[in-house]
T-cell receptor
Framework: GAGVSQTPSNKVTEKGKYVELRCDPISGHTALYWYRQSLGQGPEFLIYFQGTGAADDSGLPNDRFFAVRPEGSVSTLKIQRTERGDSAVYLC???????????????FGDGTRLSIL | AQSVTQPDIHITVSEGASLELRCNYS??????LFWYVQSPGQGLQLLLKYFSGDTLVQGIKGFEAEFKRSQSSFNLRKPSVHWSDAAEYFC????????????FGPGTRLSVLP
């Protein structure tokens, strides 16, 4: 498809379980971002990838959260030992390389709604 | 660190009326500023952006925004609102040349009365 694809669209799991959320960016976009959006709030930055490397992971809330992008395309956000407070919509966005940012907006996926019971 | 405030949590306007959504930012240098719109269950769509130059920026769907450095504001406007404009609107400040931490405001929910 032409846009950013996120799977699954919804994920319900029990407290303490491990979850993986997938993001497939627009082809050719080297920059990839993960955000978390809680109910009634704006997106909160988690991590940014430039190619395969995490250029800025300052937004990850703790060491239960981890993200990878091994081939510089698809990214997976991994959450260990999930807690009820992790429930949110997780958004992924991609763009062309940030150095040409002035002409390159972020394109967002529709998000994964994660519910921890 | 940069921050963004959107003073209005919820605004209701009649269809055809004008609209202004407020955004104030805190940033150490000349900011990169954005407005996004989010419909229920969907991701964010970029309406417009400001980097430099003309302080009045035109966007998609008939929206515009004006950057006012003296007021640290970047308010979004539309002269005539359509029912399809009902959505959540987010103002955001972008990264400087060294970091990538985009900061979004809490959002303003727009309702449109027929």
């Amino acid at each position: 498809g032409a846009g950013v694809s996120q799977t699954p669209s919804n994920k319900v799991t029990e407290k303490g379980k491990y979850v993986e959320l997938r993001c497939d960016p627009i082809s050719g976009h080297t920059a990839l971002y993960w955000y978390r959006q809680s109910l009634g709030q704006g997106p909160e930055f988690l991590i940014y990838f430039q190619g395969t490397g995490a250029a800025d992971d300052s937004g990850l809330p703790n060491d239960r959260f981890f993200a990878v992008r091994p081939e510089g395309s698809v990214s997976t956000l991994k959450i260990q030992r999930t807690e009820r407070g992790d429930s949110a919509v997780y958004l992924c966005a991609s763009s062309l390389w940030w150095r040409t940012y002035s002409n390159q907006p972020q394109h967002f996926g529709d998000g994964t709604r994660l519910s921890i019971l | 660190a940069q921050s963004v405030t959107q003073p209005d949590i919820h605004i209701t306007v009649s269809e055809g009326a004008s609209l202004e959504l407020r955004c104030n930012y805190s940033y150490g240098a000349t900011p990169y500023l954005f407005w996004y719109v989010q419909s229920p269950g969907q991701g964010l769509q970029l309406l417009l952006k400001y980097f430099s130059g003309d302080t009045l920026v035109q966007g998609i769907k008939g929206f515009e925004a004006e950057f006012k450095r003296s007021q640290s504001s970047f308010n979004l406007r539309k002269p005539s609102v359509h029912w399809s404009d009902a959505a959540e609107y987010f103002c955001a400040v972008g990264p400087d040349n060294y970091g990538q931490n985009f900061v979004f405001g809490p959002g303003t929910r727009l309702s449109v009365l027929p």
